[in-house]
Nanobody, 125 residues
Framework: QVQLVESGGGLVQAGDSLRLACAASGRTFNDHTMAWFRQAPGKEREFVADITWNGGSTYYTDSVKGRFTISRDNRKNTVYLQMNSLKPEDTAVYYC??????????????????WGQGTQVTVSS
């Protein structure tokens, strides 16, 4: 069974940092683009960042540029999202996702075939 399992969410204060992890099992995603999306209450799901198959290229939505860093460790079949200088508007459920092929950026959730169950990030002011 293919699974993406997120971890690392929690309740923090504005300005704090969190590191999310997404561990894949059931198959390798070394040839997939991996991404993080988020969904805040009452809002649509939005793209946050993605990373190509070998980590050679990353792409971020404007609101997180300079604060968030996506990375991956293909040996561990895991993708990470380091979130610094968190703001209350970053509060959301964060989801990781996988899309094929892994050599292009995909900002549309429709392009992703595999999704995790999500992890809650809450940033208090």
């Amino acid at each position: 069974q293919v699974q993406l399992v997120e971890s690392g969410g929690g309740l923090v204060q504005a300005g704090d940092s969190l590191r999310l992890a997404c561990a894949a099992s059931g198959r390798t995603f070394n040839d997939h683009t991996m991404a993080w999306f988020r969904q805040a209450p009452g809002k649509e799901r939005e793209f946050v960042a993605d990373i190509t198959w070998n980590g050679g290229s990353t792409y971020y939505t404007d609101s997180v540029k300079g604060r968030f860093t996506i990375s991956r460790d293909n040996r561990k079949n895991t993708v990470y999202l380091q979130m610094n200088s968190l703001k209350p508007e970053d509060t959301a459920v964060y989801y990781c996702a996988a899309a094929f092929p892994g050599n292009i950026h995909q900002v549309s959730g429709d392009e992703y075939s595999y999704w995790g169950q999500g992890t809650q990030v809450t940033v208090s002011s």
